[in-house]
């Protein structure tokens, strides 16, 4: 598979199950590997709050889905930052979901999402594409978004009543 292989279509209210799917498969294979600090290890489709958050992401205009024929091999969502992240000092597009297939790991889908979303940037006049992540265990998730040409920027943690504070980092890249 080529990254030419892979269209990327807007995604829509009845994706929202789609991208649980694509959730449920990245935490299961996170956490067969013991790297439960991201998602932890129960599926986004058992969580109210997870389930909420897709259905938002999938009615919210900001959605865009790889496809690999008719399947969805990545999603990827687009918005305002997050209000746990230090704000923007400049307009920009936020990431605020990238996840992938992971039995196809090693395509480049994440990669191309990415490249999608660049253009999306570009296309509504922005210089600014920024994205948080996981930061915690060896940080091989932010060395993906660094190979990606994104620049480390802020470290920051979200404080989770009655769980362990989650570990992030913010990274961007200039347009």
Known sequence: MTDQSTLIRPGGPEDAATVLRLLDTATAWLAERGRTGQWGTEPASADPRRIAQADAWATGGGLYLAMLGDLAVGALVVGAATDYVPPATEPELYVNLLVTDRAYAGHRIGARLLGYAEEL???????????????GDDRALVRFY?????????????????????PGQVLERRL
């Open 121 to 135: 940037a570009r296309d509504r006049g922005l210089g600014l594409l920024r994205v948080d992540c996981y930061g």
């Open 146 to 166: 660094e190979g990606c040409g994104f620049t480390v920027t802020d470290p920051f943690t979200v404080q989770r009543p009655g769980r362990d504070p989650w």
